[in-house]
């Protein structure tokens, strides 16, 4: 079992950036590939960004543009998404997710935590 713990979000002017942290616990996170998802008010969950288990690859949705990193560091258990540029569209709550080793799916979700950009 995985269990993730996102941090790092807050009230940011546009242009800002923000940091985001998602920690977790579980033996197996090393070899999990982490994905960032974001929910803003009466919308769909959104992809953002995926990072395979060994950090070698990484897959950003189109509406990034450049403006946000994904990086994990097994050692330390933790993959980050780091924002640049920050517009006040990015207003949600951001969520960071684990793929189940066999399957595929994005079993495991940490609480979400709330990042809000003012104009």
């Known amino acids: 079992q995985v269990q993730l713990v996102e941090s790092g979000g807050g009230l940011v002017q546009a242009g800002g950036s923000l940091r985001l942290s998602c920690a977790a616990s579980g033996r197996t996170f090393s070899r999990s590939v982490m994905g960032w998802f974001r929910q803003a008010p009466g919308k769909e969950r959104e992809f953002i960004a995926r990072i395979t288990s060994s950090g070698g690859s990484r897959t950003y949705a189109d509406f990034v543009k450049g403006r946000f990193t994904i990086s994990r560091d097994n050692a330390k258990n933790t993959v980050y998404l780091q924002m640049i540029s920050l517009k006040p569209e990015d207003t949600a709550v951001y969520y960071c997710?684990?793929?189940?080793?066999?399957?595929?799916?994005?079993?495991?979700w940490g609480q979400g935590t709330q990042v809000t950009v003012s104009s």
């Open positions: 997710a684990a793929q189940a080793l066999v399957g595929g799916s994005y079993t495991y």
